[in-house]
């Protein structure tokens, strides 16, 4: 059962990942257009920030190997997600007036809408892996079944969130939402700490 609610865990933090990944799009578009730069910058720092959780995970996954220790970066994550409507605006106004529209202003824009969300986020994997290898022993088959939850939790979040979410509740409602269901995540992991 913990297993379960863990990998449960993982699979819906892929979908808010990348769910959030394509809602940022939107928050972009009205400064910096839907081009091919925006989507470069936007999967780059998407790669960058999880290459910095993927990192950091692993870091504190041996040391402190217990779900309670990613909560708090899930709760965290969550509380970003919710400032991000009203200050997204005002911040990438400043952005434009400051470093336009070329890469360097579409980067540092990506940056500040992904980069602390995504990173925090990215730290999950590598702690859900050492959890249940401690729990199973088999290295191999633990990381690729977190891997491949995550995977497939970020492809249903890609298209839940572009063919369903956008079009019919908005980006700020959505936003919202992604925000509770990361808070809801660390609540389940911190309850995961105390079912030993």
């Known amino acids: 059962m913990r297993a379960f609610a863990l990998l449960l ?17 939107r928050y972009l578009y009205p400064y910096f257009g839907g081009g091919i730069t925006t989507w470069a910058g936007l999967i780059s720092t998407v790669l960058y920030a ?3 959780g993927y990192f950091a ?6 040391r402190y190997p217990s779900p309670a220790v990613i909560a708090a970066p899930i709760a965290i994550a969550g509380l970003y997600l919710v400032a991000i409507p009203a200050s997204a605006d005002t911040a990438m106004q400043g952005i434009l007036a400051s470093s336009g529209y070329g890469m360097w202003g579409v980067l540092l824009a990506c940056a500040g809408l992904l980069v602390v969300p995504v990173g925090l ?10 959890l249940l290898v401690s729990e199973a022993g088999a ?5 690729g079944a977190v891997y491949g939850i995550s995977t497939v939790g970020n492809v249903c979040g890609t298209l839940v969130t572009t063919f369903l979410l956008i079009p019919t509740i908005g980006s700020r409602a959505i936003t919202y939402w992604f925000a509770a269901a990361l808070v809801l995540c660390a609540a389940v992991l911190l309850l995961l700490s105390r079912a030993k």
Request: glycine fraction near 20%; hydrophobic fraction near 60%; avoid cysteine.
């Open 9 to 25: 865990v993982v699979f819906i933090i892929g979908g808010v990942l990348m769910g959030f990944e394509m809602l940022g799009s």
């Open 50 to 52: 999880l290459a910095i």
């Open 57 to 62: 995970g692993g870091a504190i996954a041996d």
């Open 121 to 130: 986020l990215g730290m999950l994997s590598p702690v859900a892996v050492r």
């Open 139 to 143: 290295a191999g088959r633990t990381s």
